[in-house]
């Protein structure tokens, strides 16, 4: 079966670090770039980081420039988030999606991440 | 960066109407445009892209149309499965841009 499941959120205070991970099953990943979504009620989706094939190129929606970082492991089917200097507009649902020709076109089912004092 | 704008923000429908939805881009952005579904405790999917071409397992009653900046998905008759959220994104420009969202609910 093909899926991505997504762990690591939780609670954080502002100014903190949380890295989530995201483990990949039923397809290569080293075949696919690969992408980080967030979503909250009030924003809808927001494009966050993406990363491809073999790691060499990596780009971040402005907001997260110098403060995340996405990795992966191809040999360990996953892929990862480090997010740093963490602020309570980054409170959101973060999926992990598989980005093909510029397409989102499978995703997790998201893990919650909380910025609050 | 490109602005998508989605109207209406809420949608009610009865089962079996149509729903018609729009989504408005701030230039041109050819015919890349993808659509999405978001349903609580359910993953995301990518629901039909550039032009018409739906998603592996998304049914027929799914269709949309447009180019430049005005697109339009349309649900033909709607299912109980199909009272969501949708987004419509552009993957013409970087960064990738998504509109805010339209909520079908049961009318």
């Known amino acids: 079966e093909v899926q991505l499941v997504e762990s690591g959120g939780g609670l954080v205070q502002p100014g903190g670090s949380l890295k989530v991970s995201c483990a990949v099953s039923?397809?290569?990943?080293?075949?696919?770039?690969m992408s980080w979504v967030r979503h909250t009620p009030r924003k809808g989706l927001e494009w966050v980081a993406n990363?491809?094939?073999?790691?060499?190129?990596?780009y971040y929606v402005d907001s997260a420039e110098g403060r995340f970082t996405i990795s992966r492991d191809n040999p360990k089917n996953s892929v990862f988030l480090q997010m740093n200097s963490l602020r309570v507009e980054d409170t959101a649902v973060y999926y992990c999606?598989?980005?093909?020709?510029?397409?989102?076109?499978?995703w997790g089912q998201g893990t919650l991440v909380t910025v609050s004092s | 960066e490109i602005v998508m704008t989605q109207s209406p923000a809420t949608l009610s429908v009865s089962p079996g109407d149509r729903a018609t939805l729009s989504c408005r881009a701030s230039q041109s952005v050819g015919v890349n445009v993808a659509w999405y579904q978001l349903r609580p405790g359910q993953a995301p999917r990518l629901l039909i892209y550039g032009a018409s071409t739906r998603a592996t397992g998304i049914p027929a009653r799914f269709s949309d149309s447009g180019s430049g900046t005005e697109f339009t998905l349309t649900i033909s008759s709607l299912q109980s499965e199909d009272f969501a959220v949708y987004y419509c994104q552009q993957y013409n420009a970087w960064p990738r841009t998504f509109g805010q969202g339209t909520k079908v609910e049961i009318k």
């Open positions: 990363i491809n094939e073999d790691a060499t190129e990596r």
């Open positions: 999606v598989r980005d093909s020709y510029n397409l989102l076109d499978l």
């Open positions: 039923g397809f290569t990943l080293n075949n696919y770039w």
